[in-house]
Antibody, heavy 121, light 107 residues
């Protein structure tokens, strides 16, 4: 059974940093590109970052470019999101997501339960 | 960036009725890289349709997707009580963007 379990969310002051983790199981982690998607309270969905299965290719959304860094450790089946220079508008539930197929990026058939990041003084 | 527009914003229907949800893209989506998700309060999104018309594993056949280019449709043939939720379309042909969602609520 595929499982994605995020952790690392919490309350952080503006300008602060946080690292999110997503522990994956039930599939060959290194064969799949992975993504982070976020949802501000009561709002829609926004893609944040994506990383290829090997970790060699990284793609970032415009709103987080230069501040957030996606990475992965295939030996630990874990996806990360390092978030620096956090702003109030980064407040959201952050989901990690897996695509349907090994050669795909964006049709996400499994999602974690989400971890809430709140940026506030 | 491909901007997705969904209509209507809210659809009020009764169980057993047919729901037709629209998603329009600001420019053509190549290879029909268009997905539909269902989201209920407090839950992660659930993939319903990928490639504009392919149902994801375990999705009931009352859900169907159609369309190409810039105009796409999600149809729920007969609404079940568990189908009342918010539905998002998403394109993955050029980066990844979501529509603002259509809320389907009970009339």
């Amino acid at each position: 059974e595929v499982q994605l379990l995020e952790s690392g969310g919490g309350l952080v002051q503006p300008g602060g940093s946080l690292r999110l983790s997503c522990a994956a199981s039930g599939f060959t982690f290194s064969s799949y590109a992975m993504s982070w998607v976020r949802q501000a309270p009561g709002k829609g969905l926004e893609w944040v970052s994506a990383i290829s299965g090997s970790g060699a290719r990284i793609y970032d959304g415009a709103s987080v470019k230069g501040r957030f860094t996606i990475s992965r450790d295939n030996s630990k089946n874990t996806l990360y999101l390092q978030m620096n220079s956090l702003r109030a508008e980064d407040t959201a539930v952050y989901y990690c997501a897996k695509p349907e197929r090994e050669n795909s990026y964006g049709d996400w058939d499994y999602w974690g339960q989400g971890t809430l990041v709140t940026v506030s003084s | 960036e491909i901007v997705l527009t969904q209509s209507p914003g809210t659809l009020s229907l009764s169980p057993g009725e047919r729901a037709t949800l629209s998603c329009r893209a600001s420019r053509s989506i190549v290879s029909s890289y268009l997905a539909w998700y269902q989201q209920k309060p407090g839950q992660a999104p659930r993939l319903l349709i990928s490639g504009a018309s392919s149902r994801a594993t375990g999705i009931p056949d009352r859900f169907s997707g159609s369309g190409s280019g810039t105009d796409f449709t999600l149809t729920i043939s007969r609404l079940e009580p568990e189908d009342f939720a918010v539905y998002f379309c998403q394109q993955y042909a050029n980066s990844f963007t979501f529509g603002p969602g259509t809320r389907v609520d009970i009339k």
